[in-house]
């Protein structure tokens, strides 16, 4: 079993990527190829965003929104410290200073109510993160930031799809940066990213710094990075688009299939009304982590944990705040599993994985005391659309 299939994927659309590379390889321009515009075109009419920006990666997404913001030494941004470490990395990289606030126990995601208490004169953004697929408690971040005059930056690298009160993710504050990285619900062969926003000038000052803050050709108005998307990447996250929505589904389908078997029965990342999750990850809260990862490895189940450690206790951080900071994001870092997902997860391995986590933590399977069986899981009714 993989933990993320990208060879069933590639198989399923092997037609549709496999021209796309080739119509590149066929014109040649690499860089800023007609891939490139068709793309941007693409996902901001399906964001909702009028201006999306592809870039290098999504941690240059995350750079280049600071840079456009003009986050500068000395400014501070509210984020989560339960994260990939890219999300407070941008912010250093600035010269900033990452303000870690605590996470909600429940979703994982950055807790609004204590945003508040940890603003001074020197904060400028907030910078939630939709972790494992869900949308984070954006109109309470919202409303704070216009109470304070900040900036949003949705972290959407592993949220692209979501959506969260009828609007996408990534279009749901000031700006929203994505991922493309190959394992990402909606991922390149490579790195890539985009940044999402509906501020011309914010664009205009993102489309500058993608190119070494060029505004004409040899015209360098502001300091930027080397920070395109390549026409390639462009092209596989086309071809990767037109099944993406019935991968959404197929997601949507194997959670549904762990939460019949799981849910009451183990700890479960929680989930919230009003908004949709593309499940970038499906995860568990456990207790005695190591041994139950150690009996699903042993039944040939390989798991995750994102992330063992909170930023604010990495090496590299750990001078921002003390190890007491945000204990809620040091809990879940110990308790957390990712479980195999993913549009391929036949209903076959959903059980499995399930049962055997199930078993791993003592607790009784479903149907196992007589009960009515919720584990049967749902038939396959929906077929995959068909491709040119
Ligand atoms: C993956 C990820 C990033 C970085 O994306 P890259 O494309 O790998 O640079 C940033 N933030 C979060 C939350 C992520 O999951």
Known sequence: ???IDLKSQYEASRELINHRIQTVLDHGQYIMGPEVAELEARLAQYTGARHCVTVASGTEALVISLMALGIKPGDEVITT????IATAEAIVLLGATPVFV????STCNLAP????EKLTPRTRAIMPVSLFGQPADMDEINAIATRHGLAVIEDAAQSFGASYRGKKSCNLSTIGCTSFFPSKPLGCYGDGGAIFTSDDQLAGAMREIRVHGQSRRYVHTRIGVGGRMDTLQCAIVLAKLERF???LEQRTRAAARYDAMLSGRIGLVG???ERTSVYA??????EERERIQAALQAAGIPTAVHYPVPI???PAYAHLSSDDACPVAREMAAKVISLPMGPYLSAESAHTVAATLLSAAGVALPGADGAADEAEPPRDTAAAPVLP
């Open 281 to 286: 990850q499906y995860t568990a809260v456990v």
């Open 81 to 84: 410290p339960f994260s990939f």
């Open 271 to 273: 989930r919230m009304p």
């Open 113 to 116: 109510s204590l945003i508040e």
């Open 312 to 314: 604010h206790m990495q």
């Open 102 to 105: 605590d996470i909600d126990r």
């Open 1 to 3: 079993m993989e933990f």
């Open 245 to 247: 929505e019935w991968e």
